[in-house]
């Protein structure tokens, strides 16, 4: 069983900062993608920002210049420094993930992607 747990989420005014974090726990091997995903009410959930276990960063539009993502040595938790808050990012943010687990001596792995529930971050204007 793995898992993923955000905090950070909260209210705050346009023009501030957030930092939200995302801790990955269970019976794993590595993780590969690490990433933070939001969903504004009536909308479909979008990538925010994406980080590979190599260190490689990926930022939707919306988010580049003003949030960024980090990863810590081990690989099991992820930040997502958010500034220059916007009423538009409001939203329920996700963190997902790609677990790896070897699964018999040959070295055979399986992979399962999972989602946090949430945080809610909400921007005033």
């Known amino acids: 069983q793995v898992q993923l747990v955000e905090s950070g989420g909260g209210l705050v005014q346009s023009g501030g900062s957030l930092t939200l974090s995302c801790v990955a726990s269970?019976?794993?091997?590595?993780?590969?993608?690490m990433g933070w995903y939001r969903q504004a009410p009536g909308k479909e959930r979008e990538l925010v920002a994406l980080?590979?276990?190599?260190?490689?960063?990926n930022y939707a539009d919306s988010a580049k210049g003003r949030f960024t993502i980090s990863r810590d040595n081990a690989g099991n938790t992820v930040w997502l420094q958010m500034n220059s808050l916007k009423p538009d990012d409001t939203a329920i943010y996700y963190c997902?993930?790609?677990?790896?687990?070897?699964?018999?001596?040959?070295?055979?792995?399986?992979?399962?992607?999972?989602w946090g529930k949430g945080t809610l971050v909400t921007v005033s204007s």
């Open positions: 269970g019976n794993f091997d590595r993780i590969n993608n």
């Open positions: 980080t590979t276990s190599g260190g490689n960063t």
């Open positions: 997902n993930a790609e677990f790896q687990k070897v699964v018999n001596v040959e070295g055979a792995t399986v992979r399962r992607n999972v």
